[in-house]
């Protein structure tokens, strides 16, 4: 991962504390670039990638069959915070297919609240659908994971994925981060992402929650926006009706300084989103007093 630029200053005070270094691009359908900052990286799109993990859902018939609905599909594409709206989304989802929490693979104390239980309930939900195994749903070479994987594919562009082991357990694929970003601007061209699409910007608080950043961004935006952060500072979108997918890569893997990033791209793109207070954010000390900003170099 070489050629990262300066995205982000942290200030304390008048000086300049901190520097978060990264990378930004914007590209169309067709691979076109429309904005970069330094040459795209390969690395692992992590949670980013869970609108199209949840592809094969909608298009397997799983989706239609099972009755899931546009609130339990954002479930299934979301990183959300685990609040009791989250957990009762995911359990009447489970429900539908026949399942229990105790199915939920994807570890913790509470496999309800984990923020990955939707996307792993959309996997159960395939499963169930096809006849697979369900009790090692999670692992690679299960017919789940190539499902996704050919869909990650397709949407993206990418031949060869290498992958590694993610947080919740499932594959996690490693791509080029302008190819992540094609995968998002792709969407919209095919019935299952737009399902996917419509469900997420419908329902922003079931992708998130409370404080989480692609929930404010989806709520502010009013619609024209698809957001999905991933772990170590990744972060994906897509313009809506543009064609336009975007992705954001901070090398240190530090989120706080994605959302002054994603913002100062966005406005690059010709969308003025009204966050001011993320675009450049006041740091408090544990007083409540300030002490200094985070700012974009975008």
């Given amino acids: 991962m070489t050629g990262a630029e300066p995205l982000v200053e942290v200030w304390r005070g008048k000086f300049i504390e901190s520097r978060h270094f990264g990378w930004a691009i914007a590209v169309r ?38 009755d899931v609905s546009s609130e339990e599909l954002a479930l299934c594409c979301g990183s959300h915070g685990g609040e009791e709206v989250h957990q009762q989304g995911v359990r009447k989802l489970l429900s539908k297919i026949g399942l ?51 869909a990650v594919r397709r949407f993206t562009g990418v031949e060869l994925l290498s992958e590694g082991v993610d947080g919740c357990g499932v594959p996690v694929w490693r791509l080029p981060l302008e190819n992540l970003a094609r995968g998002f601007a792709r969407m919209e061209g095919f019935e299952a992402g737009r399902a996917v699409v419509e469900a ?27 957001s999905k ?11 809506k009706g543009q064609g336009i997918g975007w992705a954001v890569k901070i090398l240190d893997g530090n989120r706080r300084a994605v959302p ?39």
């Fill in 229 to 239: 952060g991933g772990g170590e500072g990744v972060h994906a979108g897509l313009i």
């Fill in 29 to 66: 359908s067709d691979g076109e670039r429309v904005f970069q900052i330094g040459e795209p990286p390969v690395l692992f799109a992590r949670s980013s990638l869970k609108p199209i993990q949840a592809i094969p859902l909608v298009e397997s018939g799983a989706m239609k069959r099972f």
């Fill in 200 to 226: 997420m910007g419908s329902h922003p608080y079931l992708v998130g929650g409370q404080g989480k950043f692609d929930t404010t961004l989806m709520q502010a935006s009013m619609g024209r926006l698809i």
């Fill in 100 to 150: 229990l929490e105790k199915h939920l693979l994807c570890g913790g104390d509470s496999p309800l609240a984990h923020n990955c239980s939707g996307k792993h309930a959309g996997m159960l939900a395939l499963a169930r659908h096809e006849g697979w195994s369900i009790e090692d749903y999670f692992l690679p070479g299960h017919p789940v994971q190539e499902a996704i994987r050919h």
């Fill in 260 to 298: 002054s990033v994603v913002l100062s791209l966005l406005e690059r793109l010709g969308q003025r989103i009204p966050l001011d207070r993320l675009k450049r954010e006041t740091r408090f000390n544990h007083r409540g007093e300030a002490i200094g900003e985070i700012r974009s170099l975008l």
